[in-house]
């Protein structure tokens, strides 16, 4: 039985009495109870906080508005300063010295008031790309060029050219005395001398400001260079059995003519003689067995005592070729050696032209000695003459 009276609970639902009130729960059904709970929404911020974000956000906003509008107008300022006039009033020339960097390069410019400002150039140059183009080298720089002007012109590479020449028949003591007196190369010469012959003569250019060292290592690169084309194409008849030979015979022809269409001659009468097993007999070697490097004093005059004197280049005392070449010579002086003349000629002297006179025999050889002899007592008396006419000219 039950109590109606009592609590009753189910399958659906559930009452309960407490005292005078009466609480009734509404059954639910499955689906109901699967369904997720509500969650409370936060609290609403108050009025002054959401006021308080939109100030900070309208700050930042105007910060980035500013800057941004100040970084553009400086880098138009700077691109428009970058390409406007210089203040350079009349053309000059600029030095980059090997291994400037465009920090250096700047400041010299503003220095030398070539151009305004050189923070703007360094900072424009680097971004756009070209702080590590310059070149080395002096550059002709027109009156009013603007930076961007001038940095073409820098990383063109067209440097004002200078030039050194050294001539043929130099040694290399006499060639390092000209590079080193040269006001446009910098820096000093290497401490030991190249050997002699080793250096080819040429006219050099090269920019203001570069290395002595590096024109000498040039200079030898050549002459090697040379020395083997030269080589490869000589007669194979040849008397001679290294390039070393053929260079320290070209010095003395070198040293003997300076007239083009003689060497082929002067060196077939070395080439001559060294097939006979004669000695050679040349002044030059004479000269550079007494003085070497130095070069013979121009007031010097070759005495009997000093063809007799025994020095290991005097080819009148001994046999065959010097130790080594007596001067540097030319590209014609190791073609005549590489390929002489064809001749039996076995002697030359002076001529009184500039030239000389070839002989076969040593009677016609002696025949143009005399001939050289006289016509030198002429020349001392001519000048003798010539002399005592100025004597006995008034003096007013």
Do not use: C
């Amino acid at each position: 039985m039950t109590d109606p009276n009592s609590t009753h609970e189910g399958q659906f639902g559930r009452a309960a009495t407490n005292g005078d009130a009466q609480t009734r729960i509404i059954p639910k059904s499955p689906k109901e109870a699967l369904r997720p709970e509500k969650v409370p929404l936060p609290p609403r911020r108050s009025r002054e906080a959401r006021s308080q974000l939109v100030i900070f956000l309208n700050f930042v906003m105007t910060m980035i508005t500013f800057f941004t509008i100040a970084a553009v107008a400086l880098v138009y300022y700077a691109f428009r300063e970058y390409r406007a006039p210089g203040p350079l009033e009349a053309g000059t020339t600029f030095l980059v010295r090997e291994g400037a960097g465009i920090s250096e390069i700047a400041d010299s410019l503003e220095r030398k008031d070539i151009i305004s400002n050189a923070r703007i150039f360094k900072t424009v140059t680097t971004f756009l790309g070209d702080d590590h183009k310059s070149r080395h080298g002096e550059y002709a720089i027109k009156a009013h060029a603007s930076m961007l002007e001038i940095m073409d012109i820098l990383k063109s590479g067209k440097s004002i050219q200078y030039s050194v020449t050294l001539p043929e028949g130099l040694t290399v003591k006499q060639m390092f005395r000209k590079l080193a007196e040269d006001p446009n190369l910098d820096g000093g010469l290497p401490a030991e001398l190249p050997p002699e012959g080793s250096l080819r003569p040429e006219t050099y250019k090269f920019t203001r400001g570069s290395k002595r060292a590096a024109v000498v290592a040039q200079m030898v690169a050549a002459q090697q260079k040379l020395l083997d084309e030269v080589w490869e194409k000589r007669d194979k008849d040849l008397p001679l059995a290294s390039k070393e030979e053929l260079l320290i015979l070209a010095s003395i022809v070198e040293k003997e003519t300076g007239k083009a269409d003689e060497r082929p001659q002067v060196a077939s009468v070395f080439l001559n003689r060294i097939k006979k097993g004669m000695r050679l007999q040349s002044d030059p070697t004479i000269v550079y067995g007494l003085f070497g490097g130095d070069g013979k004093p121009s007031d010097r005059e070759l005495t009997k005592a000093d063809v007799d004197k025994e020095t290991p280049y005097n080819t009148y005392r001994i046999n065959g070729l010097p130790p080594t070449p007596i001067a540097n010579p030319g590209r014609a002086a190791l073609e005549a050696v590489a390929n002489p003349s064809r001749t039996d000629y076995l002697y030359f002297v002076a001529d009184g032209s500039g030239g000389h006179a070839f002989a076969a025999t040593l009677d016609d050889h002696n025949a143009n000695v005399r001939r050289w002899r006289k016509f030198q007592e002429e020349q001392k008396k001519a000048a003798e003459q010539q002399q005592d006419g100025a004597d006995e000219t008034p003096q007013e």
